[in-house]
């Protein structure tokens, strides 16, 4: 593991609990890994790990009882010991890294008795990892951190320790499952679903000692890719038995394997369409085939029409999802749970949550957010995520007291951004966004800046204050300050086609990929009201649809997501949109600039390669973010003709 950062968990972070007397109660493979890691804290830091008589801290199963994958503990501290009680030996895993996090305090004064329970049932990373080198995509789809750390050059990777050391990082955020091929399944990755699933069973032997199940993407055509049947029609006799052979085949090589994910009719993907059944009919064919193992299918609602004409102005890609699976909610079966975008497009920005999070109350769904940071700076800018995603967990569908997105949802699932980048997410800083998605996901209520503080305590364990105070600098607004320098209010997809990376305002506009601002020389943004537009704004519950409806009441930063206004239409903050957008790109400019300042501040508080890694950067996130405003600012007063109210240079 030489030259590996260590992430969150640096061997440092370890010594409180490393220098103690450890017991350890209770038996299994994972009550193991627990005895490996207590065993590897206290060789370096003094302690031990005692089979009776006074501890500082008990780790134990309750006697006797069959342990199971519960996820649930209880730590306490009484009587001058700390003790972690937990259900399975999942929770005990986790308890222990819960006593990892509380450091020094774990072991000092009262700790009164905390029940920690994940609040869903799946945490789960999807890799868009391809195992060959795709010619398009390369080997990691939207990749941006280096190769895959699971296959490379057409076969599985044999960096063992590798994956053994992620999937630790992982249980220590309170993931529990990876998906280890990419959503777009082409020819090659097709076989792992069957002749070369045994590539996926060496992958899956690393994850599972820290509790991690190992899911796989599959084709919605392999029962004709692979089988050579005629059809992959859902309601066949000879699909269903080609589908029931193929997942027992898994079974028998990953006994505990987790489930499949499946994109289908969506961006060029087979799927149900082609027989003329619906999404509900595609998704219980495989939830049928891996019920008798206990397994899921994470079927994605992320379909749309990609060969739109942009002159048609009543077809709206934003509509899509709902459309197609408002209607089909109760249809699903109990193992099939609807993996939903958080937004109705695709990752921008800012954009609402996506309607159909409301419309599912009667079939399971997960949320899909992404670390990857495609459309938000590909880990070349710092970009700290956890604000945006806990303003959509936290978002309620049906507003007032009903249930927020992350209490209905049963899993979240996020795009991984990990790749064999020696920092794990190319980004040093992006790690910050994957700690974050675990924790959030463990508990969707949580406050996304304690969350960072946690990751900042764990990531430099003995900092200074002055450390801790930077990266709050560099990382608390940076989401904001993002969103300030590329598309304004709500609009999205101003970037270069294709790999997305760096602005073109027009470059998606006469696209067939539904992903318009409609930007004249007298306004900007698409109409999505019920009154005038395309009817979008309808699929929201209320309030929210007319929240959304009026121009009034929506919120400015949605305004263009929803509205096509005049540039001098006043905002409420008392500015017009066309100076709003001006300001905002000079603002977030100097707030990039302000966060390379102070980032070059705290050198010589961390390991130089880390502080080194994040300057070379921030030299590129700057440069990004000034051609940024000035494409922006050029093009948009050239629409409009409207001058700067502050006389600044435009081009
Ligand atoms: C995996 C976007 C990305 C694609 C991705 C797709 C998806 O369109 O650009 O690379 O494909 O989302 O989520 O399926």
């Known amino acids: 593991m030489n030259g590996i950062d260590p992430g969150w968990l640096p061997p440092e972070a370890f010594r409180p609990l490393g220098a103690r007397r450890v017991l350890i109660a209770g038996s299994g493979p994972l009550v193991d890994t627990v005895r490996r890691e207590v065993s590897d804290a206290c060789a370096r830091f003094g302690g031990e790990i005692v089979r009776d008589g006074p501890y500082d801290l008990l780790l134990r199963l ?22 972690v009680t937990a259900l399975g030996g999942r929770g005990l895993l986790y308890g222990l890294f819960q006593v990892v996090r509380l450091g020094e305090e774990a072991f000092s004064g009262a700790l009164p008795r905390e029940v920690h329970r994940p609040a869903t049932a799946l945490r789960m990373l999807d890799h868009w990892d391809n195992v060959a080198v795709h010619p398009v995509m390369g080997q990691v789809e939207r990749g941006y951190a280096g190769g895959s750390l699971f296959w490379r050059d057409g076969r599985a990777r044999e960096d063992f320790a590798r994956i053994r050391a992620y999937a630790r990082l992982l249980a220590a955020c309170g993931i529990n499952a990876v998906c280890v091929n990419n959503v777009n399944v082409h020819a090659v990755e097709a ?17 599972r000692p820290y509790g991690i199940r190992t899911h796989l993407s599959v084709t919605f055509a392999a029962p004709v890719v692979l089988g050579g049947l005629s059809t992959a029609d859902p309601l066949q006799e000879a699909v269903r038995q080609w589908w029931a052979r193929a997942v027992h085949g898994v079974y028998e090589a990953i006994p505990d394997f987790g489930g499949f994910v499946v994109k289908a009719d969506s961006e060029g993907r087979p799927g149900p369409f082609t027989y003329g059944r619906s999404h509900a009919d595609g998704a ?32 709206d890609r934003a509509r899509a999802a709902y459309d197609h699976f408002a209607p089909l909610d109760g249809e699903f079966a109990g193992n099939a749970v609807l993996q939903v975008k958080h937004g109705p497009m695709d990752f921008q920005v800012r954009e609402p949550v996506s309607p159909v999070l409301g419309a599912l109350s009667r079939t399971r769904s997960a949320v899909e957010v992404q670390a990857t940071q495609e459309y938000t700076g590909q880990q070349r800018h710092v970009c700290w995520l956890g604000p945006m995603w806990s303003e959509v967990l936290r978002f309620r569908p049906e507003g007032g007291a009903g249930p927020t997105v992350g209490e209905s949802a049963r899993d979240l ?12 997410t190319g980004h040093p800083l992006a790690q910050a966004n994957l700690y974050t998605f675990g924790r959030l996901a463990w508990r969707p209520d949580a406050d996304p800046y304690r969350v960072l503080d946690e990751w ?13 105070d930077g990266l709050h600098a560099v990382l608390d607004g940076s989401w904001r300050t993002y969103e300030k320098y590329t598309a304004p209010l709500g609009v999205g997809f101003m970037v270069q086609p294709g790999h997305h990376y760096g602005p073109s305002v027009d470059g998606y506009e006469y696209s067939p990929w539904g992903t318009y601002h409609f930007a004249d020389r007298d306004g900007v943004g698409v109409d999505r009201t019920a009154a005038t537009g395309t009817g979008y704004a309808a699929q929201y519950a209320k309030p929210w649809a007319e929240v959304y409806e009026s121009v009034a009441s929506c919120p400015d930063e949605l305004l263009l997501f929803f509205h096509h206004v005049p540039y001098g239409h006043v905002l409420r903050s008392g500015k017009t949109v066309i100076q709003h957008i001006y300001d905002t790109r000079f603002e977030g400019v100097e707030e990039a600039e302000e966060a390379r300042r102070v980032w070059a501040g705290l050198a010589g508080l961390m390991a130089p390669a880390r502080h080194e890694r994040v300057a070379e950067l921030f030299e590129e996130q700057v440069r990004s973010a000034r051609e940024w405003r000035d494409q922006l600012n050029s093009y948009f007063l050239r629409k409009s003709g409207v001058p700067d109210a502050h006389g600044r240079t435009i081009y």
């Open 62 to 83: 309750p006697d006797g009882e069959p342990v199971g994958d519960e996820e649930e503990f209880t730590v306490a501290r009484e009587g001058g010991a700390t003790t």
């Open 413 to 424: 699932v996020a795009v991984s951004n990990v790749g064999d980048d020696p920092f794990w």
């Open 191 to 207: 076989e792992l679903l069957t002749d070369r699933i045994g590539e996926v069973a060496a992958i899956a032997a690393e994850l």
């Open 456 to 468: 900042i305590g764990l990531t430099f364990p003995s900092a200074p204050e002055r450390l801790a």
């Open 284 to 315: 219980n064919l495989l939830a049928g085939a891996l019920a008798p193992y206990g397994g899921t299918v994470h079927w994605r609602a992320f379909v749309y029409d990609h060969r739109q004409d942009w002159r048609d102005r009543t077809t």
